[in-house]
């Protein structure tokens, strides 16, 4: 089964390598709903806890690919998959 992933807006090539890989990917920003069902989502970073601390609303994989490439995105999903399922 193909992993279902958000993607921030602002991240289109990670975006486009992810759907390359078989992933069906959806817009973070875009569609809530959509996204609150996928398996992870994939953050860009630049607006992560700006005082040091975050609140989890589900528990969702979270990926900050703030730094990586799309493949180091992409390996990140998979290791981490492997871990929940």
Known sequence: MNQ??????GLSQVSQYLRQQGCDVVDLSADQMAAAECDCCVISGEDKDMMGMQDTQSDQVV??????TAEDVYQAIQRRMNRTQ
Do not use: C, P
């Open 4 to 9: 279902r992933v958000a993607v921030e807006q």
């Open 63 to 68: 990926i900050n690919a703030e730094g990586m």
